[in-house]
């Protein structure tokens, strides 16, 4: 597609429920970003995919979080159990060269989880 | 580790007035620097970068940033604002080694005022 695309834009959820949520990167991007935005915060790096390579989930603030991405298409992040401190703003990047992104990321428009 | 520094969350300024939203970073390898800037109900665009050579570096929009090495600095500039730039502005880094993400600020929101 012509941008990174992310689904649901809103996501409200209850205490104790798991969410997924869902990136489209651009097309022949081969690697792909999480970032979590909390309110007042910076942005926090979760996973990184790269091609086929084993992502690097250093970022992944407890188990109760997960990535997936098959080849170089669609991911999806899934928050089990959810709880309310993981209320943010879920951002995706996609870049065309992965590794050292000199050319940056293009990101997509978030996806606004709430959890009440 | 890598960190930024943004120190500014919100910045106001009067139409056509000089700003400057000021960025450090924190690293013991070599950087590249990006900002990001954020529209409002849009996503993060990058803005300018800096990877090597010249310390000056612009956008397109009559922004700059100078990177100081020494000062570990990533200054972000514009001598004349406009209404149309109130966004919010993310300083990021990058390492020539170690981690492959990069690493941002907290952001400053920048309201230009008529």
């Known amino acids: 597609g012509a941008g990174v695309s992310q689904s649901p834009s809103n996501k409200v959820t209850e205490k104790g429920k798991d969410v997924e949520l869902r990136c489209d990167p651009i097309?022949?991007?081969?690697?792909l970003y999480w970032y979590r935005q909390r309110l007042g915060q910076g942005l926090e790096f979760l996973i990184y995919f790269q091609g086929n390579s084993a992502p690097d989930k250093s970022g992944l603030p407890s188990d109760r979080f997960s990535a997936e991405r098959t080849g170089e298409s669609v991911s999806t992040l899934t928050i089990q159990r959810t709880q309310q401190e993981d209320s943010a703003v879920y951002l995706c990047a996609s870049s065309s060269l992965g590794g050292r992104d000199l050319y940056g990321y293009t990101f997509g428009s978030g996806t606004r989880l709430t959890v009440v | 580790a890598q960190s930024v520094t943004q120190l500014d969350s919100q910045v106001p300024v009067f139409e056509e007035a000089p700003v400057e939203l000021r960025c450090n970073y924190s690293?013991?390898?070599?950087?590249?620097l990006f900002w990001y800037v954020q529209y409002p109900n849009q996503g993060l665009q990058l803005l300018l970068k800096y990877l090597s050579g010249s310390t000056l570096v612009e956008s397109i929009n009559g922004f700059e940033a100078e990177f100081n090495k020494s000062q570990t600095s990533f200054h972000l500039r514009k001598p004349s604002v406009h209404i149309s730039d109130t966004a919010e502005y993310f300083c990021?880094?990058?390492?020539?080694?170690?981690?492959?993400?990069?690493?941002f600020g907290t952001g400053t929101r920048l309201t230009v005022i008529p």
């Open positions: 690293s013991s390898v070599s950087v590249y």
């Open positions: 097309s022949g991007h081969t690697a």
């Open positions: 990021a880094v990058g390492t020539w080694a170690g981690a492959n993400n990069l690493f």
